[in-house]
């Protein structure tokens, strides 16, 4: 079984991916992993850069992985253009469309803390320490992180609408399109998805 994961940063995608990971037996791969953990030399020269792969070799290395699981994947955080939807042409998946409002990515992301020792990551209403600003784990002061300041999501925000849009109508044309409203809490996110999977996969 092949996925293909497309949502807002906030959208909670990478928890349920976990989840479904688990549920399904299949690996889930995040673009991330993959580029950290490539062996070429120029190309962790190019992420040390802080720059960005081009297209061709990004699906190049994405692509070498993906052979290796026999059984199928979940793939997070590619394709992120056009162009890369094409090369997973050969592969029949199924695409989970994480949709939630801005707003609510944007309240849900402004309660994020994380630990400065640490980097475990809190949220002041569904996982709060239990010490205020305090890590529960190795007593690090909690902070909030860059990613997560109003003003870097609204920017995260248009930049993943701008290059996610096209995205959407390639998918929703092709019929492999399956929207996941995930405004919700993650069970009732989750428990969407297997009636999904169940009934269409
Ligand atoms: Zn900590």
């Known amino acids: 079984m092949y996925i293909i994961l497309l949502g807002a940063p906030g959208s909670g995608k990478g ?6 990971s688990k549920h399904l037996g299949i690996p889930h791969i995040s673009t991330g992993d993959i580029m950290r953990s ?10 040390s850069a802080g720059k960005l ?11 070498n992985r993906l052979k290796e699981e026999k059984k199928g994947w ?19 998946a199924k695409v989970l469309y994480f949709k939630i409002d801005d707003e609510i990515v944007k309240k849900r ?3 994020r803390r994380s630990c400065s020792k640490c980097k475990a990551i809190y949220h002041l209403e569904n996982k709060p320490p239990v010490t205020p600003s305090v890590c529960d784990s190795c007593g690090g002061m909690l902070v909030q992180r860059n990613d997560d300041l109003a003003e870097i999501i609204n920017e995260r925000l248009t930049v993943y609408h701008e290059k996610t849009a096209p995205l959407i ?7 492999s399109l399956l929207e996941i409203p995930s405004s919700g809490s993650p069970e009732e996110t989750y428990s969407t998805i297997i009636k999904l999977i169940d009934t269409v996969i």
């Not at 928890?15 to 479904?20: G, I, N, P, S």
């Not at 490539?38 to 992420?47: G, V």
């Open 169 to 175: 109508a390639h998918y929703r044309k092709e019929g």
């Open 38 to 47: 490539n062996p070429d030399p120029k190309i962790q020269a190019i992420l």
């Open 109 to 111: 992301l402004s309660l």
């Open 74 to 92: 979940i793939l997070d955080g590619f394709p992120r253009t056009i162009g890369q939807a094409d090369a997973l042409k050969t592969y029949p």
């Open 15 to 20: 928890t349920q991916a976990e989840k479904l």
């Open 53 to 63: 792969v081009s297209d061709e070799q990004m699906i190049e290395i994405v692509l």
